[in-house]
């Protein structure tokens, strides 16, 4: 089991890592909600 | 999922907004009993995993993409629907008065839909599922599903509701785009949950590896 103060930092840096790299792998279709909307519309 | 500002009247966003502080009262009720040194590291990770998380859309086919919602996985990793309102909220204010994602007048309706129904859906059907079938990843997939599922049908009545969508066809539209996303936030989910069980299992509730569940509040 890791400590605490490791858990928050590995959990952050993991938090960053999907903000920022992550990016690059993100889809510009629009999200299942907006889709609707343009469906319909 | 993220309703933005517009998509609803006023009024009805001022009634989601007051539906949606009796269950904050309720989660912030939740969080001074529940919370201790021992659980906040955890609930700091996830509050900024699924922050980190909703942040981007996966492709998910049909010319349309979906994120975590995490509902479900809060629920159950912490043992109450309560934490998932708790930090929902947390997240969609966040989102709403900082990034633009969501809004104002219907963040209500958004802490109603992903927190308060998705948190509940996907606690109650995790602990329903996994006392039928006993099997962990089995259960939490589908309470994961279900709670991005159901809350994207809510949504798709209350739009209707507003005005914004026609019934019938935002159910069909929202339904099939949701049960594909949904599909996502279940392998999510399922991941998290072992990735969390594998470094800190003195933190997870006790309900989701054994055949016991924790209290609902």
Known sequence: MIDNKILIAGGLVIAILIGVAAVFQASGDPDGLESTALVIQ | ?217
């Open chain 2, 1 to 217: 999922m993220h309703i933005p500002d517009a998509f609803i009247p006023i009024w009805q966003g001022t009634i989601y907004w007051v539906i949606a502080l009796v269950f904050v009262a309720f989660a912030l009720k939740w969080a001074k009993n529940e919370l201790n040194e021992e659980k906040l590291p955890l609930v700091a990770v996830l509050a900024a995993g699924i922050f980190a998380l909703q942040s981007f859309n996966l492709p998910v086919s049909m010319g349309t993409s979906g994120h975590l919602v995490g509902g479900a996985l809060v629920a159950i990793v912490l043992g109450s629907p309560f934490a998932a309102v708790f930090i929902l909220t947390l997240v969609l204010i966040v989102q709403g008065v900082i990034f633009g994602d969501g809004g104002i007048t219907t963040m209500g309706i958004n802490i109603l839909n992903m927190g308060v129904i998705g948190g509940f859906v996907g606690y109650f059907s995790f602990r329903g599922l996994k006392a039928v079938t006993g099997s962990m990843p089995f259960s939490a997939f589908s309470a994961a599903w279900l709670a991005c599922f159901i809350p994207a049908l809510c949504a798709a009545v209350e739009l209707w509701f507003a005005g914004t969508f026609p019934l019938e066809a935002g159910m069909f539209a929202m339904g099939i785009y949701y049960a594909i996303i949904g599909v996502v936030e279940g392998v999510i989910t399922v991941a998290a949950i072992y990735l969390i069980v594998s470094v800190r299992p003195d933190m997870v509730d006790k309900g989701v590896m054994s055949g016991k569940t924790g209290a609902i509040a």
